[in-house]
């Protein structure tokens, strides 16, 4: 099980921006975080919790091992507003948290 | 360009069934874990089932809301990907995507080309 916090956040752009994901046993780094747009499909972001899939932008960066995972995003663009999903491939089954909301202040 | 494109969806009755459809271009699935995920309106997304590529036997795996219900299975020569769903319930009510599973050497670490989505909703 995954818990995505916080469910919903308010800010800026230009913004730092940090995410959490904590799984409910260890998964070492098989964590993966994913975009999603309002009526459009997920798209990834980050596996291995850091590696940055190609083509995705720079400021995008993610951390940690176990149980406590983070995506940070260093500075809000406007296109950035979007949901974001965690996900452990660790195991079955292959668990989604219950996604972060980024909205504009 | 890889792509993969999901059909099949539509209104079903409780209890009854469907078979949803994943046509690929630019890859060949029976070299590549695919999966099927659903996402409730308005909702988080849920991991459905898989299955492996051909030389790891396309065993398949499933979520225990749909293990029994749902198969997952693969037409090689159709380059396409399937998922029956019987005995059908309301909560099954979704858009359901079709995934590719991204390995880096054998080691599973996410899902990386995702199709456009299907709507199944399930009501009386």
């Known amino acids: 099980q995954l818990t995505q916090s916080p469910s919903f956040l308010s800010a800026s752009v230009g913004d730092r921006v940090t995410i959490t994901c904590r799984a409910s046993?260890?998964?070492?780094?098989?964590l993966a975080w994913y975009q999603q747009k309002p009526g459009k499909a997920p798209k990834l972001l980050i596996y291995a919790a850091s590696t940055l899939q190609s083509g995705v932008p720079s400021r995008f960066s993610g951390s940690g091992s176990g149980t406590d995972f983070t995506l940070t995003i260093s500075s809000l663009q406007p296109e950035d507003f979007s949901t974001y999903y965690c996900q452990q491939v660790k195991s079955y089954p292959l668990a989604f948290g219950g996604g972060t909301k980024v909205e504009i202040k | 360009e890889v792509q993969l494109v999901e059909s099949g969806g539509g209104l079903v009755q409780p209890g009854g069934s469907l078979r949803l459809s994943c046509a690929a271009s630019g890859l060949t699935l029976s070299d590549h874990y695919m999966d099927w995920v659903r996402q409730t309106p308005g909702k988080g997304l849920e991991w459905v089932g898989r299955?492996?590529?051909?030389?790891?036997?396309?065993?398949?795996e499933y979520a225990a809301s749909v293990k029994g219900r749902f198969t997952v299975s693969r037409d090689d020569s159709k380059n396409s990907l399937y998922l029956q769903m019987n005995s059908l319930k309301t909560e099954d009510t979704a858009v359901y995507y079709c995934v590719r599973g991204m390995r880096v050497t054998t080691v599973f670490y996410g899902m990386d080309v995702w199709g456009q989505g299907t709507t199944v909703t399930v009501s009386s």
């Open positions: 046993q260890g998964i070492s780094s098989y």
């Open positions: 299955t492996r590529d051909k030389a790891n036997r396309d065993t398949t």
